[in-house]
């Protein structure tokens, strides 16, 4: 899966299969997480968040999981559709202090390609 | 509502010139950022500023200056292009509260030769 700091380039799934994209982060004092889709050629969107305090949390088509004993974030995506490919980041943070909240830390990313 | 707008789309430079990449938003967020995405690197933080008066140093500073001298823009400043500037540039803006939902620009695709 991917990683904060590594690299895991490419997800092929087929239409209406679900897709799941791992994020290993390192710092065990990060306590929010973000994914975010960015489509060809444009910024990213944010999908959906996590604190530390939850392991999971669904929204609509996607649910993301979090396990704090390993360090692992993941994005589920449901039956998913053409237009769900695309690059995602899973972005972390620490707790706020002094500012620090502000400074995300992104992934490289994943590539998801849906084949029709 | 246009969100978060960053110009110029595109911009060719030679080493050692100048040139500001702006950006702006309306949706009255505190905080704005400036990301630099290279392939393989993800996105790294330049700067950010949490409100009017106020900006602070990310992961790769270097070479590039901002200020906020009002809510909505974050202009970004290279003084000294040099190629290894070559990147694409986003800016982005979120409410203090939600700092992590931000709200990107399409971005600005900047060549250094």
């Known amino acids: 899966g991917e990683s904060v700091g590594l690299h895991l380039p490419t997800l092929s799934v087929q239409e209406g299969d679900n897709s799941i994209i791992n994020c290993a982060y390192s710092n065990s004092a990060s306590d929010y997480f973000i994914w975010y889709k960015q489509e060809s050629g444009k910024g990213p969107q944010f999908i959906i968040d996590i604190r530390s305090n939850m392991d999971k949390r669904q929204g609509q088509r996607v649910t993301v999981l979090l396990n704090k004993t390993v360090k692992h974030l993941s994005l589920q995506i449901a039956a998913t559709q053409p237009g769900d490919s695309a690059v995602y980041f899973c972005?972390?943070?620490?707790?706020?202090?002094?500012?620090?909240?502000?400074?995300?830390?992104f992934g490289k990313g994943t590539l998801l390609t849906v084949n029709p | 509502n246009a969100g978060v707008t960053q110009t110029p789309k595109f911009q060719v430079l030679k080493t050692g010139q100048s040139m500001t990449l702006q950006c702006a938003q309306d949706m009255n967020h505190e905080y704005m950022s400036w990301y630099r995405q290279d392939p393989g690197m993800g996105l790294r933080l330049i700067h950010y500023s949490v409100g009017a008066g106020i900006t602070d140093q990310g992961e790769v500073p270097n070479g590039y200056n901002v200020s906020r001298s009002t809510t909505e823009d974050f202009p970004l400043r290279l003084l000294s292009a040099a190629p290894s500037q070559t990147s694409v540039y986003f800016c982005a803006s979120s409410h203090a509260r939600d700092a992590g939902e931000l709200f990107f620009g399409e971005g600005s695709r900047l060549t250094v030769l």
């Open positions: 972005a972390e943070t620490l707790p706020n202090s002094g500012g620090s909240n502000y400074k995300l830390t």
